[in-house]
């Protein structure tokens, strides 16, 4: 059973397999699984990872079911474990789940004879949006190892953050990291953000994510997107080949001056479009290997 709940289970070689798939898939390679359904199930808001996984869907022959958690057995007390045995019982191919609960998938793992995807485990792990991040530095520079990249902002909440921390340094990226001190993850050692944008070819800012902060944070937002953000002077700064990628949804003058949200060294909307075809191959991996 060919899970994806955290990237740390997968090789280099493995991610550069998947890497390809994605890439075969955007140069418009068909594959098609008639009859299969898949549900998602998004306990946590999502735009981008749950429609574009069912875009990935769609463009595989998949039906989707997407379950609203309103009005689910969920507002009954059913446990996550019960509710996924609902989909199998009822014949799905495969589960996509987002839910606050860090790790939550170790409840169902070996439990299930259908894939669960991990569409993102609260502060845990984003294996696909990490996955459509490398895809999208690969296509831009050709290559991933010996990149530097800087990854700035709420490290603290963002399962994106340590995802791409993680096999970005497996991958031989230097990965440079700057924070405010009270979305500092103490895991990490962190560098000056005024020094770092010069040096870096790619820049991912992060979303400052309010809603898991326990208190909101002491800083205007004019203050964080100076000491903390991408602004037009940082934004000057960088080097000519350099990019911006940002997982979104996007705080317009927090982390990132809006008007360079659409600059030409954003890659925002490129990574959401790349998504939609890594997710077609984590798909594929999953049934293929079922
Ligand atoms: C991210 C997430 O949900 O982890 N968004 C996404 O999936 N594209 C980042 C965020 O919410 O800030």
């Not at 808001?45 to 997407?66: C, E, H, V, W, Y």
């Not at 793992?109 to 792990?125: H, Q, Y």
């Not at 208190?215 to 960088?238: D, F, I, P, V, W």
């Not at 030409?264 to 594929?284: C, D, H, L, T």
């Amino acid at each position: 059973m060919k899970n994806l709940t955290t990237l740390k289970e997968l090789d280099l070689e493995e991610i550069t397999h998947l890497l390809d798939r994605a890439e075969a898939f955007k140069q418009g390679e068909k594959k098609s699984y008639a009859n299969c359904v898949f549900a998602n199930l998004f306990f946590e808001p999502s735009t981008r990872t749950q429609n574009s996984f069912i875009m990935a869907q769609k463009k595989l022959g998949i039906q989707d079911i997407n379950l609203n958690p309103e009005a689910s057995s969920i507002k009954k007390g059913e446990t996550l474990y019960d509710t996924v045995k609902t989909f199998e019982a009822i014949g799905v191919s495969g589960v996509v789940i987002r839910a606050s609960e860090v790790r939550y998938y170790e409840e169902l793992v070996g439990k299930l004879n259908i894939p669960v995807l991990n569409g993102g485990d609260g502060a845990g792990d984003h294996p696909t949006q990490s996955l459509l991040d490398l895809m999208t530095i690969r296509e831009e520079f050709g290559r991933l190892e010996g990149l530097k990249v800087l990854i700035l902002g709420d490290i603290r909440f963002s399962r994106v953050a340590k995802t791409n921390i993680e096999v970005m340094r497996r991958l031989g990226m230097e990965v440079f990291i700057c924070a405010p001190e009270p979305l500092k993850d103490p895991a990490y050692d962190y560098i000056d953000c005024n020094e770092a944008f010069a040096k870096v070819d790619v820049a991912m800012l992060l979303r400052v994510q309010h809603e898991r902060h326990e208190h909101r944070m002491n800083m205007t937002q004019e203050e964080y997107l100076t000491s903390y953000g991408l602004n037009k002077t940082r934004y000057a700064e960088m080097q000519e080949h350099a990019i911006i990628m940002h997982p979104a949804p996007f705080n317009r003058g927090w982390e990132i001056d809006g008007d360079l949200v659409e600059s030409p060294k954003s890659r925002i909307f490129k990574q959401m479009e790349n998504g939609v075809y890594v997710r077609m191959a984590v798909i594929e991996r999953a049934l293929d290997h079922a």
